[in-house]
Each structure stands twice: as C-alpha cells, then as structure tokens.
C-alpha cells in the first residue's frame, strides 16, 4: 500500500472512529486481587504477564506476577490464569521481556525471574468426563460469555499449560538513602544489554546475560520517568521530572531535546517529559522516529492540553506535535510495526493513535476510572495474529483498580486494488459516453 492511500485510509478510520467515541468500557480480561502496575505479552507464548501489589505495607494486599493465557472463542477474548509467583515484600512497579527472563523494578534493586512454558499432551476425552463439557470448558477460562466445547470427542488439553518461574538474581538499580525505587528498566533490540533508570537520577546499564555493569552515570538531578535505547544501541533516551529529555552516546550527552522551540506560546518548565518510545517506520526499512509525551508540571482547574512529539530517531529534529487532550497521560506504548501509538491517562482514559499523522483512532474515557498504569499492543507474530481475530490492532491495559482491559480497533474492509481500478475505467467510460450523447461530435 502506498503512503497515499495509507493516508486516505487512516483519514478515513479516524472519522468513522471519532463518530463512535463515547464513555464506555473496554471488555474486561481480567481482575487481579491486587492494584497492576505493569503488563507485558511475550511474543513466543503468548502468555499475558502482568504483575504489581500491595509492597512492604502491611494492608494483607500480596505482591505476585500473573501469567494469563489469551484465548479468541466464539469471536470473543477471554483470559486464564495459568500461574502466580509470589514476590514476598516486593511489588512490581514495571518490568521488560528478554526472551524467557523478565527483569522487574522492585523497589531499589532490578530483579531477575526466569519462566518457561511447558505444554501439556493432547488427549481425547469425552465432554461427559470433563466437567459436563461446556460448563467445565468455561469454568477453566476467566473470561465472561465464552461458550466451550463442540463435537461428540474434541482434542482437549489434559490440563492447563505449566508455567514455572525461577528467580535468577537481581541487581541494584537504586541508591536512594530513602525510599529507593527503580523507575523503569527495557532491554535493547538484540537482548544484549539491560538498562534501568532511577529515583536517584542515574542510568544503569549491564550487559546481558552476564549482568556485568557496563554504564553508571547521573542523567538528571532529579528522579527518571522514562527510559529507552535505539534499535542500533548508539543512542539512549532518558526522560526526567527536572525538564529534560536527553539524548546520550554511552555516558556522554549528545544533545538535549526541545519539543517547544517552534510554539512561542509555551513558556518554559510550563511542562515537562513523561514519557519517550523508539519506533520503526512501517514500509521505511531505514527510518527510525522517537516519540514523546509532554504534561503540564502544575495542574491548573482548567487544565491545559498534554502533547505528543514525534521526532527523527537519527538526527532527533521534531516533525510533528499534536496536542492531545487535558488529560493528563500516564503511559505510552508503541505496536511493534511503528503504525500505533497507545495512550493511558491518570484518570482511567485509554486512546489510540496514528503514528504518522498523530490523530486519535480510538478512544475511551474513564475506562479504567483510576489512573492507567501500563499499556501494551499485542505482538506482530503469527501467534497474535489467529488472536487478534476481525481486529486491526489489540491493545492491553492496567490499572490501579486490579484490572486488566482489552482495546480493540475492527479492521476495515478493504477492496482488492483491480477492482478499484476496473471501476474507475468504468466510471471514466460512463461519463465519455454521456457526454457523448448529450454532445453529438464531442469525440
């Protein structure tokens, strides 16, 4: 598809989707018996991986990671809670996949779990011996409205599949003499180094598997917020709460970053960096965009509007920023083709938008009712897409109210380009020959 009709298209869905906006709720996937923190979906498996908790308090709340399976039955989602670790005192504050090892930010130190995924055998049993067939199917899942069973002898599971996590270690990411808390930790593309970002202002990074401690150094006075590294690993992006937003080549500043240098209109330290994204251009092998996410630093009774900012991801000039409503965001998240932008705000709102025209494609408000604390789109694997069902892209959320939501945008239905073409000669044809007619001699 060429970028023209890419965007005629995106014009057109965001007209049709701007006409269904409304306060609703997103289906929901899951209900932790804990506030979430965090979610991530691992790209070989599938599984759903969301964690959080209650901390040191002593309020009877647990700390613990949840893996969920997700399920497309009936043309409806559901999801399974397969396994709980337990993380003691120690809720999880944001966590990133390396393959099978989840690094999570535990209060002041990045630990390390390791899981696995054990399949079980395919035996055929009878839908009498199984829990009364579907009342038994549907006792297994967690989702509402699912339907099981079908056939006299399906294939179906002997039990649910066994996940077994294994703590492997854990490294300090914070040394706060009060309060130590490691605010965000991402692996670069190839897995092969870890990072993490602080409260006390400093950036880590080790490499990996080895965790031998590669870089230390003080990025921002004041606490990070955000933390990510280019594709290349030549550039790493730190956001913090004292107004920057820098750019570093290994523990060196390149440059520090500027979103309002164009709109007079904004006064400085009026706002500040929330959040920053590394993304790929759909279509564009050797193109690379860095997004961020700006909130006003005071809230007024009128709130003034949060911005987002896409930038060149090599030379990190700005292309474009579009305001993007007076809610103020709490997380973004990327698809992994570089088409999406998702958005969760601090009072429960969920969007999505358009990566290259940075215009809204879907939006719910006070989904969560409570401020939303992750977000992640389901992987571009083939896994996700027998998953992801009649739906363009498929969003996942978390919120501070223990739940867990899905957010879906229909695909569209698309003509085959042939036919556009055979109907355009035709049109063409159509209106040779009226003129034809109505102007003897015109031809």
């Known amino acids: 598809m060429s970028t023209e009709h890419c965007v005629r298209y995106f014009q057109t869905r965001v007209q049709r989707s701007q006409k269904a906006m409304g306060k609703r709720r997103a289906p929901e996937l899951y209900r932790a018996p804990f506030p979430l923190y965090t979610v991530k979906i691992d790209p070989k498996t599938g599984l759903i991986i969301t964690a959080g ?70 035996t055929k049993k009878s839908q009498a011996k199984d829990g009364a067939g579907e009342k038994g199917a549907a006792r297994r899942r967690a989702g509402k409205g699912q339907n099981g069973g079908g056939g006299d002898a399906p294939q179906m599971m002997e039990e649910s599949p066994q996940i077994s996590v294994e ?16 605010k965000c930790v991402c692996f670069s593309a190839d897995l092969t180094l870890l990072l993490s970002g602080g409260a006390d202002g400093y950036v880590r990074v080790w490499e990996f598997p080895s965790m031998k401690e590669k870089l230390n150094f003080k990025a921002h006075k004041d606490e990070l917020e955000d ?3 280019s594709p290349d690993k030549k550039h790493i992006v730190t956001v913090g709460r004292d107004f920057e937003c820098s750019v570093w080549s290994g523990d060196q500043l390149a440059v520090g970053l500027c979103w309002y240098e164009n709109m007079p209109q904004i006064a400085e330290k009026t706002y500040r960096y929330k959040s920053c994204r590394f993304a790929k251009v759909e279509d ?66 969920v969007a999505i938008y358009i990566a290259f025209s940075l215009q809204k494609l879907y939006y719910i408000q006070e989904s969560h009712g409570i401020v939303v604390t992750d977000l992640t789109f389901l992987p571009d694997t083939s896994k996700s897409k027998a998953i992801k069902g009649d739906n363009e892209v498929v969003m996942l959320s978390v919120a ?15 003509f085959p380009l042939w036919l556009v073409l055979i109907f355009c000669g035709l049109m063409v044809v159509g209106v040779i020959l009226l003129l034809q007619s109505l102007f003897p001699g015109f031809i």
């Open 400 to 414: 501070v109210d223990s739940r867990c939501q899905m957010h879906a945008v229909p695909s569209r239905r698309m």
């Open 227 to 229: 933390i990510d590294i």
């Open 167 to 182: 703590d492997i270690g854990a490294v300090q990411g914070d040394i706060s003499p009060q309060d130590p808390c490691v």
């Open 284 to 349: 564009q092998k050797d193109a690379l965009r860095l997004y961020t996410v700006q909130i006003p630093h005071k809230r007024d009774r009128r709130p003034p509007p949060c911005y987002i900012t896409k930038w060149d991801g090599r030379a990190f000039l700005p292309l474009l920023t579009k305001p993007c409503g007076n809610e103020v965001i709490s997380c973004l998240t990327v698809s992994d083709s570089g088409t999406f932008l998702g958005l969760g705000t601090v009072t429960g709102s």
């Open 53 to 122: 908790g209650g901390g040191a308090s002593k309020t009877g709340i647990k700390n613990g990671v949840h893996f969920l399976s997700l399920e497309l039955v009936g043309g409806r989602h559901s999801a399974t809670l397969l396994h709980t670790h337990e993380t003691d005192t120690r809720a999880t504050m944001n966590m990133a996949l390396g393959g099978e090892v989840i690094a999570a930010g535990q209060d002041g130190n990045c630990s390390l779990m390791k899981f696995s995924q054990c399949l079980p055998k395919q």
